[in-house]
């Protein structure tokens, strides 16, 4: 198991390498690429910069998030032939600096979404992201990115950035004709796009799942269970079609048992990474937030968690998830280092007494 830590680039992040260097057991980062639009190359020589700062600071960079899939991929436009393309360019330059896995996601327009940036914890006086589905149903689309926007500390936050949003109305509009069948079409049609070049450089794509794991606004979401990830991985079947396994993305629906699919697919080994974090449901099925990593303190038993990792895919790659803001550190929402870095010490933690537990069984 590698442990790594999302980090956005030098100032574009509260947090710094040399304070993630400190984090105990620390390996490296899940890098992030997402200053240009989607659709743009990135070029070896941007790819080589980010990573050899990486390295600079005594971290590893071989995992790289939000290499986002442009919307007329999804919708299955004439011109995703362009923009496939430039995807396995970026793929070729990515692999060439060091990086094995991407993530990715295929959720249309929207990406991610909460309600609620900074929703205080009554418990303890901290505040997470939340997300309730009630509060939803009064807003637009235009207002939940207007409202994003606005209580997002000043940072551009993965999934939201504004050039992406900036003709919303119009997109959602043609999504009128695209359902689930369609949807995965298209990603069957991506996938067969690029991953003739993921095995050719071998780097392996890691799909993240839908996040609430459900439709909204009328817009198909296809990857936020088994069934749907059993349906993704068959779309196009290499050891590089994989997933990145949300804990708390799947955590958002309660039918989701997330040992039981991360063994499913770990024994498949179609697991690329691994974002784990823990959410507390609130009375509702559609209504939750944030919790700290402890299993105590959400819904998500963390020790089933990590000893499913150990059994089906130890050699992974993990990152502590959306942490609370503690101790009044003011920085990008759900991404502050106190709580991401305590989730860290808890994890290695659980990996620890795993390990130990298992070398006392073969002794």
């Given at each position: ?221 296809i990857t936020h269970d088994q069934a749907g990830f059993d349906r993704m991985v068959q779309l196009h079947d290499s050891p590089c079609n994989t997933l990145c396994l949300c804990t708390g993305s799947l955590g958002s ?73 503690i101790w009044d550190e003011v920085g990008r929402p759900g991404y502050g280092l106190y709580d991401r870095a305590l989730g860290v010490c808890y994890l290695n933690g659980l990996w620890e007494a795993i390990c130990k ?7």
């Open positions: 198991m590698k442990m790594t830590f999302r980090w956005y680039g030098e100032g574009r992040d509260s947090v710094t390498l040399k304070q993630i260097r400190q984090i105990p057991g620390m390996s490296g980062l899940m890098g992030v690429l997402d200053e240009k639009a989607a659709g743009d190359v990135w070029t070896y020589e941007e790819c080589k910069a980010y990573v050899d700062h990486v390295h600079e600071a005594g971290l590893e960079c071989e995992v790289i998030e939000s290499v986002n899939v442009h919307e007329d991929i999804k919708l299955g436009l004439p011109t995703r032939d362009q923009y496939i393309a430039n995807y396995c360019e970026s793929i070729r330059n990515l692999a060439k600096v060091g990086v094995k896995v991407i993530v990715y996601n295929f959720m249309p327009v929207l990406d991610w979404l909460r309600t609620d940036l900074a929703r205080v914890i009554p418990e303890d006086g901290s505040n997470s992201l939340y997300y309730d589905e009630e509060e939803l149903g009064n807003m637009t689309p235009m207002e939940i990115v207007e409202n994003t926007a606005k209580n997002s500390n000043g940072f551009t936050l993965p999934g939201w950035e504004p050039e992406r949003l900036a003709e919303l109305e119009h997109t959602l509009e043609m999504y009128k004709s695209v359902d689930e069948d369609k949807l995965f079409e298209n990603f069957k049609y991506f996938l067969d796009g690029i991953i003739p070049t993921c095995e050719e450089v071998g780097v392996r794509m890691a799909c993240h799942p839908d996040d609430p794991g459900w439709p909204i606004f009328g817009l198909p979401r629906n309660v039918n989701n048992d997330i040992p039981a699919i991360i063994r499913h697919f770990g024994e498949m080994d179609r697991i690329g990474c691994l974002h784990v974090r823990n959410v507390k449901h609130l009375g509702s099925d559609r209504r939750f937030r944030e919790s700290s990593h402890l299993s105590a303190d959400g819904d998500l038993d963390m020790y089933e968690i990590m000893k499913a990792i150990y059994d089906t895919c130890p050699d992974t790659y993990i990152r502590p998830d959306h942490g609370r803001m537990e298992e070398a006392a069984k073969k002794a």
